[in-house]
């Protein structure tokens, strides 16, 4: 098989896949056009809910194995759209549609590449390619879910928008529900203990405070409020303030670091974290699959947004056609020239490090 002919038909699923509504949880349409995509190549291959993935032909216990991921489920679309988001039209090189840039152009161009490695003999590594569910949300039905049903995994390439630079680093996250208590009273009684007014102490704290330990690749951790919910009628004053506190974490911390310099310090009356298990991951510079991409050309990068590397125990790479500024956004679009180069760069990455 031709590289061209991989390219023509990972690009003709991609239209498929932006057609099929994915919405995290509902992606069992874009499941089964992943199991198609196998039947059609004769590759035998596993469906765990709405995750399907292979193994390469001539894959042998002793070796380490490569992970190679992307998610086919979509958030849903914004009110900006002034296209159908479901409909796949090419047009000026511009491929547009729902998911076309996050990530389904990484996902197609990801099992172009497995394929056109599936039958060969002697590498390093084995492959496993995998179409995950889920990523938008963090479900508990997506990658999470497949990780104990696939084979011990050892480092890995998850495909998003990177503009094939190497996200060799990718900060956590920690979601914290905070609480800021006063005395809650009529409007028109004097009230030293409002709620309201102590909160706007807490925000100035939040805003300022920093952490110590800064990262080479990712910066600072990064603390954001983003959300604030107080009150009920006009002369009532609250007996709380709700707030929610977003965390980027580099990759000095772990979760549970944050969330004990949290606990210990922040000026609130309860504070708690939604979950603790979105850490920071990375792989090491010297790894044979980043000098490969540094050779090839590629910039390395610390990547602020979250992907299903979050989820990983291993070493791992973020890697993919498209540009994450365009993720999520209205009229959506990938240029067909960046999964075709996506393509060529995954398939030149791979000759490096799996001979």
Known sequence: MQISELQNEALELLKKLIETESFSGMEDKTASLLENWFREKDIPFYRHLNNVWATNKHYDKAKPTLLLNSHHDTVEPNDGYSRKPYEATVEDGRLYGLGSNDAGGCLVSLLATFTWFYEAEDLKYNLIFAGSAEEETNGKNGITSLLPVMPKIDVAIVGEPTLMDLAIAEKGLIVFDAVVKGTPSHAAHPNNDNAIYKTAKVLEWLEKFRFEKKSETLGEVKLTVTQINAGTQHNVVPAKVDLVIDVR????????????????????????????????????????????????????????????????????LKLGPGDSK?????????????IEEGIEKYIKLLEKALN
Request: negative net charge; glycine residues 4%; charged residues 30%.
């Open 249 to 316: 974490v580099n990759d000095k911390y772990s979760n549970a670091e944050i969330d004990e310099i949290l606990q210990k310090k922040a000026p609130v009356d309860e504070i708690k974290a939604r979950s603790l298990r979105l850490n920071s991951s990375s792989i090491p510079k010297d790894h044979e699959l980043v000098i490969a991409g540094m050779e090839l050309g590629m910039k390395t990068y610390g990547s602020p947004t979250l992907s299903d590397q979050a989820m990983l125990k291993c070493p791992s």
């Open 326 to 338: 365009r993720s999520h956004s209205a009229d959506e679009f990938i240029y067909v020239k960046e």
